[in-house]
């Protein structure tokens, strides 16, 4: 069986009833996690050793808040606030962790489901999205990783272009596949509106995309709600917000969905 599962972000408790609930075998079983494993909720240690004792049967994506996890640990930014990874940081072995996150995929098709943590801009199909991530893999995963760091923050370029080199280039994927909303229907990204504006839709609702009809997996939106539809899944039903955990099976001619509830971790606005 392959399931696909929402954003964790620490929950170590939920995950586990999720994974009972589902009778989630790794010798027989397949998990993508679509990202942002860690963050805001209490036992991330818990998780990420949950997720890689499932060695090969889990596909664990990078998100938004892994990715603000290897800025921390390199120095490159500091803790918020809210954020919960002290005991990542100041874990005897915090390095082969951070080095684990590293390794994990910004994109990945399973089952025929292009899986991403947040989403596409419409100039992309799954070729390109494929291609673009595993520009940003190489640097996450080579010698030059802080510097990397360092040029990823930022909201420009907001339009993608295939002449983009460079850190704009970088920057641009890493921002679409980790943060990506709301866009124009040219594909300009917006990251001020949280419940849309004028001239801004959803990225999966921009005309002519490249990728209507590729069935997509994605989370990141908690506030989005739950989809699940036979060519469109958005997966992150705000766990670490006292919502539920969710997984839907993609194998077996049809979309069985599981959920698990969860205890607040963060309150909301935070």
């Known amino acids: ?5 929402g954003d964790v972000q620490g929950c170590a408790d939920a995950l586990e009833r999720l994974l009972a609930e589902i009778g989630f075998s790794p010798s027989r079983d397949r998990l993508v996690v679509l990202g942002d494993l860690v963050n805001r909720g209490p036992q991330n240690l818990a998780v990420l050793r949950r997720l890689r004792d499932l060695g090969d049967a889990a596909v664990c994506l990078l998100g938004n808040h892994d990715l603000h996890t290897l800025a921390v640990a390199h120095g490159v930014r500091p803790l918020h606030r809210n954020d919960t990874l002290g005991e990542i940081l100041a874990a005897p072995d915090a390095d082969a962790w951070v080095d684990w996150l590293r390794q994990r995929p910004l994109a990945h098709v399973e089952a025929g489901w292009l899986c991403v943590h947040a989403g596409v801009v419409p100039q992309w199909d799954t070729a390109r999205t494929l291609a673009l991530a595993a520009e940003v893999q190489a640097c996450l995963r080579g010698p030059a990783l802080p510097a990397f760091l360092q040029r990823m923050y930022g909201n420009e370029p907001a339009r993608w272009d295939d002449g983009l080199q460079g850190a704009d280039r ?4 890493v921002n679409t596949l980790t943060r990506i909303r709301f866009c124009s229907a040219d594909g300009t990204l917006d990251f001020k509106t949280k419940d849309g504006a004028a001239g801004l839709m959803p990225w999966f609702e921009v005309p002519g995309r490249k990728t209507t009809g590729e069935p997509i997996a994605f ?3 908690s506030t989005l709600g739950l989809v ?3 060519d ?3 997966l992150d039903t705000g766990c670490v917000w006292g919502g539920r955990l969710s997984a839907v099976r993609v194998d077996g001619g049809r979309q069985e969905l599981v959920q698990v509830g969860c205890s607040q971790a963060q ?3 935070a």
Not at 1 to 5: G, L, R, Y
Not at 170 to 173: G, P
Request: charged letters at 15%.
């Open 267 to 269: 309150r909301p606005g």
């Open 219 to 221: 989370g990141h939106w």
């Open 228 to 230: 699940v539809e036979p």
């Open 170 to 173: 970088l920057r641009f994927v």
């Open 1 to 5: 069986m392959i399931f696909f599962a």
């Open 232 to 234: 469109l899944m958005a």
